[in-house]
């Protein structure tokens, strides 16, 4: 609601050493995005530091609300911590949900990020798997396999989140794989998308000493499967496969195949003399 959103700022606010930066999803009353200083206790893990962040300022219910570390690397510019993690419901893991926090050797978070769910629901389901495989296979409408049995997931993307068996069906006739999402209590098909759709995936990266000298040379030329690589630079590869990591993201939880849907291909300048330095 809105009076938690207020809520949330004010918490936020007054609660960090330095002045603290929160931004807003369109539509959306609970940040997206937090920057500040939050100081912990030293001794606790990055685990439980995330997880009384959220508490504090998100969500008052532990007994129903938490997060679960699925990934973590060590900034080298900041020596921060750069933790991913899978927020849940009763256990239940939340699709849509995923959240980064950045924390210091101190044990103070200075950033976070993601898409928060604060609303519980019931989890658990009337449906049984079974009949959600059913469902799915009557929708898709085509021979196909089971590539992943069904898992409860809360499908928390659009709207107010729904309690799902979460399924993936593979077919051969129309190559793809088909991710269902089957409300678990009405067995409505709440969302489904096929993570190969027929799509062309062509990234360039060039290389300049001169930003305003664009494009520059053509060092990275990557088409679906197939690379042309001329370079073994690390400031030139290591953008190229952030670049090719967000493409298969949007591609496959969004479908977009460009990055305006219009499947042309995407080109990016990067300055090796700037290891940050990515223009595209």
Request: proline fraction near 5%; glycine fraction near 4%; hydrophobic fraction near 30%.
């Amino acid at each position: 609601s809105s009076d938690l959103g207020v809520w949330i700022e004010q918490q936020l606010m007054d609660r960090s050493i330095t002045p603290a930066q929160i931004e807003y999803r369109p539509n959306e009353t609970i940040p997206y995005q937090v920057k500040g200083y939050f100081p912990y206790d030293r001794s606790r893990s990055l685990e439980t530091v995330a997880r009384q962040f959220m508490q504090e300022f998100f969500w008052q219910d532990a007994a129903v609300f938490d997060v679960v570390i699925y990934k973590q690397r060590v900034d080298t510019h900041t020596k921060n911590t750069i933790v991913r993690f899978q927020q849940t419901m009763n256990g239940v893991p939340i699709f849509g949900s995923s959240l980064v926090m950045h924390i210091t050797k101190d044990n103070a978070v200075v950033f976070m990020s993601g898409h928060v769910t604060t609303t519980p629901i019931n989890t658990t389901p009337k449906l049984s798997s079974d009949t959600a495989i059913q469902i799915a296979n009557q929708h898709l409408n085509q021979a196909n396999s089971i590539t992943q049995l069904p898992e409860l997931t809360v499908y928390a993307y659009e709207g107010s989140p729904q309690l799902t068996w979460y399924l993936i069906l593979s077919t051969t006739k129309t190559i793809g794989k088909w991710h269902y999402f089957i409300d678990a209590h009405s067995g409505n098909v709440v969302a489904h998308y096929n993570a190969i759709p027929h799509a062309t995936k062509h990234l360039k990266t060039y290389s300049t000493t001169d930003v305003s000298n664009r494009p520059g040379t053509l060092k990275i030329e990557e088409h679906n499967s197939n690379y042309i690589i001329t370079t073994t630079n690390p400031r030139l590869t290591i953008p190229h496969q952030y670049v090719s990591q967000t493409y298969d993201y949007f591609l496959n939880h969004f479908g977009m195949n460009s990055y305006d849907d219009s499947g042309r291909s995407e080109e990016h300048t990067s300055e090796p003399q700037s290891p940050d330095h990515l223009v595209c």
